[in-house]
């Protein structure tokens, strides 16, 4: 297909929303502020799509993809997508996926091609990156006709205008791109970013919309937890992977220890080996990890009647276990199970097949 007629296709699909787009080639490029120049399309069932994908984020210096999803998938797509890994594009396996692009680099195009789906519906598509499919989605209507964008779900907020009123204007109802702020849609809500005093591989977990804790995926352990709000993953996203993401609220507990665990009488500090973690009871991320002959998993959930923090473990190991609790990290702890002596707790083996560990603020933590 010519270059002018891709463009005219481009310009029908982006000014008149409501009528189905006259051929199967749409071009769709990933722009600044995190979002995606068309927002929806429609293509008529079982017919040829061909689908130009550029990177042309003039802005940030990062990869982005492009991913369909059954009818009402994308959500599930995001969550699932925190748990994929760089190797495999950072798209989770399973039949909500229809068709995808791998990562597509800045300034670098891709072209996608499928058959679109007999069955009339809604079909969402995404940016899967870490973090990104919060903010960067859009829809293609197969067979069906999409509400007006300004009431349509399946479009991102911020993209929800009306096409602009005459030629070459803005028109009132121009976008306006807001940061994109982690609040999440449902708790707990989990995002992976580069957090301050963890690195690259934190797992920041809202337990509630006020309390939120940091898991570095990385040494395997907590790293802090605080009150307020979740994290600004703006800074991030839009860098080139040299800014953090921003805590947003008060940190009340702030590990300044080593790792916690010791096994069998040896002081030597183990190291750990993360094995990833999986959503249990309503989307609570289950930790595991291994420390020498122990398997570890550790679900942490917010405490009840107040601030901070329980951890419960189900550790199946044939050695003794010590925790080693930091008494400068702002909190108390109180185990269910094993034997606490200062601020050392021992556990047997059968101990520490389930046990928890509660942690609540100190008087100085708290503002």
């Not at 989307?283 to 679900?299: K, M, S």
């Not at 550790?315 to 609790?325: A, D, H, N």
Request: aromatic share 10%.
């Amino acid at each position: 297909m010519l270059p002018s007629l891709v463009a005219l296709v481009t310009v029908l699909a982006a000014s008149a929303p409501h009528a189905p787009v006259a051929d199967t080639v749409i071009q769709i490029n990933a722009v600044p502020g995190m979002r995606f120049n068309l927002p929806r399309f429609e293509v008529a069932p079982g017919t040829k799509v061909t689908i130009l994908f550029r990177n042309a984020d003039s802005q940030a210096d990062m990869p982005h993809n492009l991913i369909f999803t059954r009818p009402g998938k994308r959500a599930a797509v995001v969550q699932a997508a925190l748990q994929a890994t760089a190797a495999q594009q950072y798209v989770p396996p399973g039949p909500d996926v229809l068709f995808r692009t791998p990562l597509v680099a800045r300034r670098e195009s891709f072209t996608l091609t499928f058959t679109a789906p007999a069955t009339a519906g809604a079909y969402p598509y995404v940016c899967t990156f870490p973090g990104h499919g919060f903010v960067m989605y859009g829809v293609m209507y197969v067979g069906t006709t999409p509400p007006p964008i300004t009431a349509d779900e399946n479009v991102p907020p911020e993209q929800r205008v009306a096409p602009p009123a005459g030629r070459g204007g803005r028109g009132a109802g121009a976008p306006v791109i807001r940061q994109a702020i982690s609040f999440g849609t449902t708790f707990p809500a989990v995002s992976r970013g580069f957090l301050p005093e963890s690195g690259p591989a934190s797992i920041a977990v809202a337990l509630t919309p006020e309390r939120s804790y940091n898991f570095d995926a990385g040494v395997s352990y907590l790293r802090f937890a605080w009150n307020g709000g979740f994290v600004d993953n703006f800074a991030h996203w839009r860098g080139n992977g040299d800014a953090y993401t921003d805590v947003i609220g008060n940190v009340w507990y702030r590990s300044k220890a080593n790792f916690p665990w010791r096994i069998g009488s040896s002081d030597s500090i183990p190291k750990a080996q993360f094995k990833g973690y999986r959503l249990v009871q309503g989307g609570y991320p289950e930790f595991h990890y291994q420390i020498g002959d122990a398997d570890v998993r550790e679900l942490i959930t917010a405490r009840e009647g107040g601030p901070g923090l329980v951890r419960t473990f189900e550790i199946t190991t044939t050695s003794t276990l010590r925790f080693i609790t930091d008494p400068e990290g702002g909190a108390n702890f109180a185990a269910s199970a094993g034997q606490m002596r200062g601020r050392v707790l021992t556990l047997t083996p059968e101990q520490a097949r389930r046990f928890s560990i509660t942690m609540t603020p100190t008087a100085q933590s708290l503002p």
